[in-house]
Structure formats: structure tokens, C-alpha cells
């Protein structure tokens, strides 16, 4: 359990208000002139401006009022009426954390932390402690001000900002380079993915050719063009980019990590567990595809024996297998998605699920088709949000890859990312390539990642869900699921009314995160 802490800006001229020194009525005159200077106005006009769609965002902005664009006529009211002005808050008290130092090197804590019984703020390097009357041992929290009865010795006592202590063991790993990590590609297979795009030139693939046309072009019918093609020009579908994109991160993954496992889903009226290509597929269709536990439970077997050699092994294997890969049928999403993760979750934490689709999932568990009435929504959105609760808990990050002109629903498929740590894009099938690189260049460095932040009781939370926020609004806790390496979360805060605040000396903050790490044989709590 580490512990940071760092101080709060307040003005000198308040927290002198505050602890009465000089003239305490000064206090409301400060506080005006703070929320004066926290404040923008804003027309109304501005305002419908600033929330309009994001075509009209578009538009050149003039450099001398970046909220108002240029060439808009101003509105009124009655006739010589200015619209009303509004004024909208600017907040700069922010607390943030980047997950990077959650890889640094930090001292590890002897003995095991120390928890205000009140508000669960840790005992840290700025703690005093005092004795009462009786000798005991006594910790004013410095945060909510609860006098906590403690017996600590001096080589137990805090000497560091950051600090680690070690909980309980973590699952064993073979080594520490992440080598089990799975990454799982789950394509979208069905028949829309045939749909094509016009390109400039040449268009250099293998994949989804035409075999009767080959035929035609050995016959000496090569310059010939079909209806509705262009000279200069060529047709690219949605499942060539995609096979395509797939092909070449497995060329990459194969150089820069090849001791990782590598494997496909696709998924169209029926999903295919192709694995890492050295067996046979295995297919699972009808009501298979209704049953998630069963479907669950299958594809975590058959992953056994299909996801055994890592990527410098398989990519001959696995590009062969692309090469079979045709569009047809419907849009098994949640099945397929079901058996990508069964096979992700036997890797390590940090494994992955890319998920590339272009249309509504309409086959099987998760079919957003018929989900327009609220209890088919709720039904569905409980579904996507169990499958990201389940990846979070092992420590699995799920992406969705969704091409842009589909209508996916992505508003429903957003648990995923967000229990999980992953991303939710909408790309040009032609512009595939970077996303792919990005999701897969995102690592994991810890999982079960659960934020707290606690602030003195002077000060609360503010934007923040209410679910989270507990202690009066001065303590925030926040399920986090996997974080990512560069990853940075924010809350913001602000004084608390006047009649609510106590004297102060001091003023801090502390962070604490409690994850699973990903390499060290120990579970932490930061």
C-alpha cells in the first residue's frame, strides 16, 4: 500500500480567513472574488454554439473568441434584446495519477498498514503520534480528524511518501516477461464485411479474390473491368483491410513479442475458434450460441489445445488459416466475443481481446437487434457488462474495433472497454493499421485496480459519481479494472461551504491503489 502526499492549493489570504488571522470578514469577500475569477461568461447564443454537432465544430474558429464562430448571425430575444449571459465554472483543483509509476521501483513497507478506523486513510510519513493519559498510543488523522488508538513500533512507523506492502501472494508466473500473455483477434465474418470501397491505384492483398475472375485474367481477360469499376481505381472491402491489418501485426508480433500466444475467433451465424491454427477449428453454432456459461466453459477446454505455441511458432500457421476466411451470414457478436475471452483467460493478466466488426450483433447472447424496449436494453447491457466484469477480474483488457458507416451500437458495447481498460474506435477500414499498433502497444501493468483518494474534511468531490463518494464527499473510491502503462486518472475537488470548515494548519491529500502487479510474484496495494 503506497501512500502519496502533496498539498492543495488554497490561497494564503483564505486559509488565514479561515484560521482568524487579520479581519475573518474578509472570508465572503474572498470567497466572491474566487468565484468571480473560477467563472467565464458565456451568451446564450455562445452557449448553443459551443454545444452544437460535431459537424458544426468543424468550422474555422475566430482566433478572437474561440467559443463563437465566425459568420453566425448574434440572436435576441424581443426586438433590441441581448440574449442572457451565463457563466460556466473553470475548476484547476485537480488530483491526478498517472498507472506509470505503478512499474516504478517503490520501498516496500515492513509490518502491515495502518487504516483510520473513521475514514480508512492510511497512516503515512506525516502522521503524529501522541499518547493519552493512559500511555496509549494515539494518530490523529490528519484527514478527518478521528483520534485512532494504535500500537506501532519505530521500525514500523512510515519513513517514505510511496510506499508498497505486500498483501498476500500472487498467482505463480513462469517468468517475468509476461511470455503467457494471449492477444485474441475476434473478426466479424458476416456478410456486410464484403462491402467495398474505391481506391486510388493499386491495392496490394491476397485476400477475398475473386476466383472465377483469376480465372478469367489467365485467359487474357486481365484489363478487363467489371460493372461499376473505374480505371485507376480499385475495390477494397471491409474483410480484406481487416485480414490484411491482422496479417502484418502478426509479422510484427512474431519480431517483438514472440513468445506470446496469438489467436482468432471469427464469428458469423456461427463462431469458429480457429486458436493459434495448428488444429483443426472448432465450431459453435445453434443454441450453443444462446447458452453463455456453456459456451463459457467450452471454449476455456478447447483452448487447451488450441492456443498452445506462441506467435513465432504460429504465424505461418495463422496466415494460412486468414486465407480461408469469407464473409457470409449474420453477426454472432456475443457468442464470438464469449469464446474470445474463454481462450484470453487462460493466458496471464495483461492478455487481450481486439474485437473488428462492422455491423448490430444479431445472433445469440448479446443480440442487440431487438433490444429497443427497456427491459431488452437493460437485458443486453447486463450481458456486456458481466463479460466486462468477468475480463477485468482476470485481468483482460477487451477493445472494439468498429468501422466507420456501421451502426454497431456502440453505446451498449462501452462496458467492455471500460471495466476492462480497453479502447472503443470507429476507423476507416483503410486506416486500420495504426489502431490495431496502438491497441496492442498498450500494456497492461497491473490489474483489479481500485483507486482511493482521501481528501482533508475540509474539502469534497465535485463531478464525480455520488455512488463513489462517501465521508461527506471527502473520500473517493474507484474501480478502476486494468490499468494501462501511461494510463492517467483525475478528480476534481473544492472547498466545502463555510460553516463546514475547520481550522488549518496543513492542508493534504493522500492516493492509495490497490492492484494485482502483473510481474512480481506479489499482489500490492499502492
Avoid at 449571459?85 to 506509470?100: A, C, M, P, Q, Y
Avoid at 521500525?155 to 505486500?166: A, C, F, R
Avoid at 444462446?290 to 505455441?309: I, P, V
Avoid at 467492455?416 to 476507416?428: E, F, P, Q, R, S
Wanted: with cysteine; proline share 3%; aromatic share 4%.
Amino acid at each position: 500500500m503506497g501512500f502519496a502526499s502533496s498539498h492543495a492549493y488554497v490561497s494564503k489570504r483564505k486559509i488565514d480567513a479561515l484560521m482568524g488571522i487579520g479581519d475573518p470578514n474578509n472570508l465572503a469577500a474572498i470567497n466572491e472574488e474566487e468565484q468571480n475569477d473560477s467563472c467565464a461568461s458565456i451568451s446564450d447564443e455562445e452557449l448553443d454554439n459551443f454545444n452544437s454537432d460535431n459537424e458544426e465544430q468543424k468550422a474555422p474558429v475566430d482566433p478572437n473568441n474561440p467559443i463563437k464562430k465566425p459568420g453566425r448571425r448574434r440572436k435576441t430575444g424581443k426586438e433590441g434584446e441581448e440574449h442572457k449571459k451565463h457563466k460556466r465554472e473553470i475548476d484547476t483543483n485537480v488530483v491526478g495519477l498517472n498507472f506509470s509509476v505503478l512499474k516504478d521501483k517503490t520501498a516496500v513497507a515492513t509490518g502491515d498498514p495502518v487504516f483510520c478506523a473513521e475514514c480508512k486513510a492510511m497512516l503515512n510519513a506525516h502522521s503524529k503520534l501522541t499518547k493519552n493519559e493512559a500511555g496509549k498510543q494515539i494518530w490523529n488523522c490528519e484527514f478527518c480528524l478521528n483520534a485512532n488508538e494504535v500500537q506501532m513500533e519505530e521500525e514500523e512507523l512510515p519513513k517514505e511518501d510511496q510506499l508498497m506492502y505486500v498483501l498476500e501472494p500472487a498467482p505463480k508466473v513462469k517468468n517475468d516477461k509476461n511470455e503467457d500473455i494471449t492477444v485474441m483477434f475476434c473478426i466479424d465474418t458476416s456478410g456486410s464485411m464484403c462491402h467495398s470501397q474505391t481506391v486510388a491505384g493499386k491495392f496490394a492483398t491476397k485476400y477475398g479474390k475473386n476466383k472465377e475472375m483469376e480465372s478469367l485474367k489467365k485467359l487474357g481477360y486481365g484489363s478487363q473491368y467489371t460493372s461499376g469499376e473505374i480505371a485507376g481505381m480499385c475495390y477494397i472491402s471491409r474483410m480484406q483491410c481487416v485480414l490484411t491489418v491482422i496479417e502484418n501485426q502478426l509479422r510484427q508480433l512474431a519480431i517483438g513479442a514472440p513468445k506470446r500466444k496469438v489467436g482468432i475467433v471469427t464469428f458469423n451465424n456461427e463462431v469458429t475458434l480457429i486458436g493459434d491454427g495448428r488444429s483443426a477449428p472448432k465450431t459453435y453454432a445453434g443454441d450453443r450460441l444462446n447458452d453463455y456459461e456453456g459456451l463459457l466453459k467450452a471454449s476455456q477446454e478447447d483452448a487447451a489445445t488450441h492456443m498452445t505455441k506462441s506467435v513465432e511458432d504460429t504465424e505461418v500457421d495463422l496466415v494460412k488459416r486468414l486465407e480461408h476466411i469469407q464473409e457470409s451470414g449474420m453477426t454472432a457478436l456475443g457468442p464470438g466475443l464469449t469464446v474470445a475471452l474463454g481462450a484470453a483467460i487462460k493466458g496471464t493478466p495483461g492478455s487481450k481481446v481486439i474485437i473488428c466488426t462492422d455491423g448490430l450483433a444479431n445472433v445469440g447472447i448479446g443480440s442487440l437487434e431487438h433490444a429497443k424496449d427497456k427491459t431488452a436494453v437493460k437485458k443486453t447491457r447486463d450481458f456486456y457488462t458481466q463479460i466486462g466484469a468477468l475480463a477485468k477480474s482476470k485481468g483482460v483488457s477487451i477493445s472494439v474495433v468498429s468501422i466507420v458507416a456501421s451502426d454497431c451500437r456502440l453505446e451498449m458495447l462501452s462496458p467492455l472497454a471500460g471495466l476492462t481498460g480497453g479502447d472503443i474506435v470507429k476507423v476507416d477500414p483503410l486506416d486500420l493499421g495504426t489502431d490495431f499498433a496502438n491497441i496492442l502497444a498498450e500494456n497492461v501493468v497491473a490489474s483489479n485496480v481500485e483507486l482511493r483518494v482521501n481528501l482533508h474534511k475540509t474539502f469534497t468531490f465535485r463531478n464525480e459519481d455520488s455512488s463513489l463518494i462517501s465521508k461527506n464527499g471527502s473520500v473517493l473510491v474507484k474501480p478502476i479494472g486494468n490499468a494501462i502503462d501511461g494510463q492517467e486518472v483525475s478528480a476534481e475537488y473544492r472547498l466545502k461551504p463555510e460553516d463546514e470548515l475547520v481550522k488549518l494548519a496543513d492542508i493534504d491529500f493522500a492516493t492509495a491503489v490497490s492492484y494485482t502487479h502483473l510481474t512480481l510474484p506479489t499482489i500490492y496495494s499502492v
